[in-house]
Protein backbone atom coordinates (compact mmCIF):
# COMPACT_ATOMS: atom_id res chain seq x y z
CA UNK A 1 0.00 0.00 0.00
CA UNK A 2 2.73 2.13 1.00
CA UNK A 3 4.65 1.29 -2.29
CA UNK A 4 1.67 2.17 -4.30
CA UNK A 5 0.43 5.53 -2.09
CA UNK A 6 4.46 6.67 -3.08
CA UNK A 7 4.15 5.88 -6.84
CA UNK A 8 0.99 8.11 -7.11
CA UNK A 9 2.52 11.07 -5.01
CA UNK A 10 5.33 10.99 -7.40
CA UNK A 11 3.06 10.75 -10.87
CA UNK A 12 1.16 13.42 -9.25
CA UNK A 13 4.11 15.87 -8.18
CA UNK A 14 5.51 15.01 -11.75
CA UNK A 15 2.14 16.30 -13.40
CA UNK A 16 1.81 18.67 -11.68
CA UNK A 17 5.44 20.67 -11.78
CA UNK A 18 4.50 19.79 -16.10
CA UNK A 19 1.48 21.49 -15.74
CA UNK A 20 3.14 24.37 -14.13
CA UNK A 21 5.60 24.80 -16.60
CA UNK A 22 3.36 24.16 -20.22
CA UNK A 23 -0.09 25.35 -20.92
CA UNK A 24 -2.73 23.09 -20.21
CA UNK A 25 -3.40 22.85 -23.64
CA UNK A 26 -0.09 22.29 -24.52
CA UNK A 27 0.32 19.44 -22.02
CA UNK A 28 -2.70 17.17 -23.92
CA UNK A 29 -1.99 18.40 -26.79
CA UNK A 30 1.75 17.50 -27.36
CA UNK A 31 3.68 14.20 -27.27
CA UNK A 32 5.80 13.65 -24.41
CA UNK A 33 9.04 14.27 -24.67
CA UNK A 34 11.90 11.62 -24.50
CA UNK A 35 14.09 13.51 -21.91
CA UNK A 36 17.05 11.41 -20.04
CA UNK A 37 16.68 11.89 -16.62
CA UNK A 38 20.12 13.47 -14.97
CA UNK A 39 18.77 12.42 -11.38
CA UNK A 40 16.61 9.73 -10.59
CA UNK A 41 16.60 10.02 -7.35
CA UNK A 42 15.32 13.60 -7.01
CA UNK A 43 11.60 12.70 -7.22
CA UNK A 44 12.66 10.70 -3.97
CA UNK A 45 14.50 13.79 -2.48
CA UNK A 46 11.21 15.70 -3.23
CA UNK A 47 9.01 13.25 -1.95
CA UNK A 48 10.72 12.37 1.33
CA UNK A 49 10.81 16.15 1.92
CA UNK A 50 7.13 16.57 1.47
CA UNK A 51 6.28 13.38 4.01
CA UNK A 52 8.59 14.80 6.94
CA UNK A 53 8.07 18.21 6.41
CA UNK A 54 11.81 19.65 5.42
CA UNK A 55 13.87 19.86 2.74
CA UNK A 56 16.40 17.48 1.85
CA UNK A 57 19.83 17.39 0.57
CA UNK A 58 20.57 16.67 -2.63
CA UNK A 59 23.15 14.40 -1.21
CA UNK A 60 20.87 12.80 1.36
CA UNK A 61 21.06 8.97 1.87
CA UNK A 62 17.54 7.82 0.64
CA UNK A 63 17.99 4.80 2.21
CA UNK A 64 18.04 5.97 5.31
CA UNK A 65 14.40 7.96 4.63
CA UNK A 66 13.12 4.25 3.04
CA UNK A 67 13.89 2.57 5.61
CA UNK A 68 12.68 4.84 8.22
CA UNK A 69 9.40 5.55 6.13
CA UNK A 70 8.64 1.92 5.88
CA UNK A 71 8.91 1.62 9.82
CA UNK A 72 6.60 5.07 10.86
CA UNK A 73 4.07 4.38 12.35
CA UNK A 74 5.16 0.85 14.53
CA UNK A 75 4.28 0.87 17.82
CA UNK A 76 6.59 1.49 20.91
CA UNK A 77 7.67 -2.11 22.81
CA UNK A 78 9.80 -2.17 25.40
CA UNK A 79 12.49 -4.87 24.21
CA UNK A 80 10.20 -4.85 21.16
CA UNK A 81 12.34 -5.47 17.95
CA UNK A 82 9.41 -6.12 15.21
CA UNK A 83 7.24 -4.45 13.91
CA UNK A 84 4.79 -5.66 16.12
CA UNK A 85 6.88 -3.31 18.34
CA UNK A 86 10.05 -2.05 18.87
CA UNK A 87 12.05 0.33 21.65
CA UNK A 88 14.14 3.20 20.97
CA UNK A 89 17.50 1.52 20.95
CA UNK A 90 16.38 -1.31 19.10
CA UNK A 91 15.03 0.74 16.18
CA UNK A 92 18.37 2.61 15.95
CA UNK A 93 20.27 -0.70 15.97
CA UNK A 94 18.08 -1.65 12.87
CA UNK A 95 18.56 1.39 11.03
CA UNK A 96 21.90 0.99 11.42
CA UNK A 97 22.42 -2.68 10.45
CA UNK A 98 19.88 -2.00 7.36
CA UNK A 99 21.60 1.39 5.90
CA UNK A 100 24.67 1.70 7.12
CA UNK A 101 25.77 -2.12 7.78
CA UNK A 102 26.82 -1.54 10.81
CA UNK A 103 26.40 -3.69 14.04
CA UNK A 104 26.15 -1.35 17.03
CA UNK A 105 25.47 -3.93 19.35
CA UNK A 106 24.12 -1.82 22.14
CA UNK A 107 21.43 -3.43 24.22
CA UNK A 108 20.22 0.22 25.37
CA UNK A 109 21.04 3.82 24.96
CA UNK A 110 23.25 4.15 27.46
CA UNK A 111 25.46 1.72 25.91
CA UNK A 112 25.01 3.20 22.36
CA UNK A 113 26.55 6.04 24.20
CA UNK A 114 29.66 4.64 25.50
CA UNK A 115 30.79 3.97 21.82
CA UNK A 116 30.09 7.14 20.24
CA UNK A 117 32.11 10.92 19.89
CA UNK A 118 30.08 13.10 21.58
CA UNK A 119 28.90 15.63 19.09
CA UNK A 120 27.21 19.14 20.28
CA UNK A 121 23.67 19.52 18.73
CA UNK A 122 25.13 22.81 16.19
CA UNK A 123 27.43 20.13 14.52
CA UNK A 124 24.93 17.05 13.97
CA UNK A 125 24.76 15.68 10.70
CA UNK A 126 22.69 12.88 8.87
CA UNK A 127 22.97 9.36 10.81
CA UNK A 128 23.57 10.81 14.17
CA UNK A 129 22.78 9.62 17.29
CA UNK A 130 20.68 12.29 19.07
CA UNK A 131 20.39 11.21 23.32
CA UNK A 132 17.93 12.53 25.74
CA UNK A 133 18.10 12.23 29.54
CA UNK A 134 14.32 11.91 29.61
CA UNK A 135 13.58 12.53 33.72
CA UNK A 136 16.64 10.55 34.46
CA UNK A 137 19.81 11.86 35.49
CA UNK A 138 21.26 9.12 32.73
CA UNK A 139 20.50 8.71 29.01
CA UNK A 140 17.31 6.69 28.55
CA UNK A 141 15.94 7.40 24.94
CA UNK A 142 17.79 7.60 20.76
CA UNK A 143 16.76 8.77 18.01
CA UNK A 144 18.61 8.94 14.40
CA UNK A 145 19.37 12.57 13.54
CA UNK A 146 17.86 13.63 9.75
CA UNK A 147 18.69 17.19 9.08
CA UNK A 148 17.09 20.38 9.79
CA UNK A 149 16.59 19.94 13.66
CA UNK A 150 14.49 16.54 12.66
CA UNK A 151 14.91 12.83 14.53
CA UNK A 152 13.49 9.66 13.69
CA UNK A 153 12.56 7.61 17.09
CA UNK A 154 10.50 4.79 18.42
CA UNK A 155 8.67 6.80 21.51
CA UNK A 156 6.58 5.61 24.09
CA UNK A 157 3.40 7.36 22.87
CA UNK A 158 3.70 7.46 19.02
CA UNK A 159 5.97 4.90 18.23
CA UNK A 160 8.48 4.77 15.12
CA UNK A 161 8.06 9.17 14.11
CA UNK A 162 10.13 11.69 13.60
CA UNK A 163 10.05 14.77 16.13
CA UNK A 164 12.17 17.96 15.98
CA UNK A 165 14.73 19.03 18.33
CA UNK A 166 13.10 22.71 19.06
CA UNK A 167 10.17 21.23 20.41
CA UNK A 168 9.78 22.47 23.66
CA UNK A 169 10.07 18.39 24.95
CA UNK A 170 12.91 17.07 23.80
CA UNK A 171 14.43 20.71 23.60
CA UNK A 172 14.76 20.17 27.52
CA UNK A 173 15.35 16.71 27.91
CA UNK A 174 18.17 16.77 25.05
CA UNK A 175 21.58 15.42 26.03
CA UNK A 176 24.21 15.68 23.44
CA UNK A 177 24.58 14.07 19.75
CA UNK A 178 26.85 11.32 19.08
CA UNK A 179 28.54 9.81 15.72
CA UNK A 180 30.55 6.66 14.98
CA UNK A 181 34.10 7.19 14.28
Given at each position: MKKLLLA???LFSANAVSAQSKGL???FTSKP???EISDPDSLGYLYYSQLFGFSLASKAN????DFI???LGTPYRFGGDSRKGIDCSRFVN?????VYS????????????????PVNKEDLKEGDFVFFKIGKKYISHI??????GKFAHSSSSKGVNISDLNDPYFKRYFFKGGRIE
Amino acid sequence: MKKLLLALVFLFSANAVSAQSKGLKELFTSKPEQKEISDPDSLGYLYYSQLFGFSLASKANTKLFDFIYDWLGTPYRFGGDSRKGIDCSRFVNKVYDAVYSTFLGGANSRDIYKNVKPVNKEDLKEGDFVFFKIGKKYISHIGIYLGNGKFAHSSSSKGVNISDLNDPYFKRYFFKGGRIE
